[in-house]
T-cell receptor, first 115, second 111 residues
């Protein structure tokens, strides 16, 4: 059963520390998205990739967030330095262009708490 | 600037009755609209979608209606079941395949 895998599921860290979240997209999918869920904003798009190339990261605070896809099986989202306002659930989603490409498949998320 | 809005934070419905979740959007360039369902501690899961060239799509108990002139879509669940209790997100596809989401509506189906 193909699924998007995210690690870690939970992360508690102190303000100022670096946080790295990882995502393994579904094999064969060529688009990868990072979303953040907050109570007020719902699901905010942070960044997305097509064929491993970054297409849009306008939703990310550039000074502290970075997103990469070192290879087709791994996407990473880093926060350095982390701040309490970064506390949220971060979701990775993958999809494929073409027929049916409107659907994205989400991982279970990383619950981040910055103290 | 919220391009996709779900104005009802929550909805409570009796089991067996109809649930109607609403969504409004501002960008006429969206080409697909989708509904996702989310349980606690899980990621959103795809429920149903509709192309912007259609006005209705049905899948079992779930029907999505699109009114382009009003820039409004709705999800109907008939009959509602307790297992439908979840957060429902409306989403729209923008250029580049990215999905823009609303803030979500919490649906509670009472038995």
């Amino acid at each position: 059963d193909a699924r998007v895998t995210q690690t870690p599921r939970h992360k508690v860290t102190e303000m100022g520390q670096e946080v790295t979240m990882r995502c393994q997209p579904i094999l064969g999918h060529n688009t990868v998205f990072w979303y953040r869920q907050t109570m007020m904003q719902g699901l905010e798009l942070l960044a997305y990739f097509r064929n491993r190339a970054p297409l849009d990261d306008s939703g990310m605070p550039k000074d502290r967030f970075s997103a990469e896809m070192p290879d087709a099986t791994l996407a990473t989202l880093k926060i350095q330095p982390s701040e309490p306002r970064d506390s949220a659930v971060y979701f990775c989603a993958s999809g494929q262009t073409g027929v049916g490409g409107e659907k994205l498949f989400f991982g279970s998320g990383t619950q981040l708490s910055v103290l | 600037d919220q391009q996709v809005k779900q104005n009802s934070p929550s909805l409570s419905v009796q089991e067996g009755r109809i649930s109607i979740l609403n969504c409004d959007y501002t960008n006429s360039m969206f080409d697909y609209f989708l509904w996702y369902k989310k349980y606690p501690a899980e990621g959103p899961t795809f429920l149903i979608s509709i192309s912007s060239i259609k006005d209705k799509n049905e899948d079992g108990r779930f029907t999505v209606f699109l009114n382009k002139s009003a820039k409004h879509l709705s999800l109907h669940i008939v009959p509602s079941q307790p297992g439908d209790s979840a957060v429902y997100f409306c989403a729209a596809r923008a250029r580049g395949n990215k999905l823009v989401f609303g803030a979500g509506t919490i649906l509670r189906v009472k038995s």
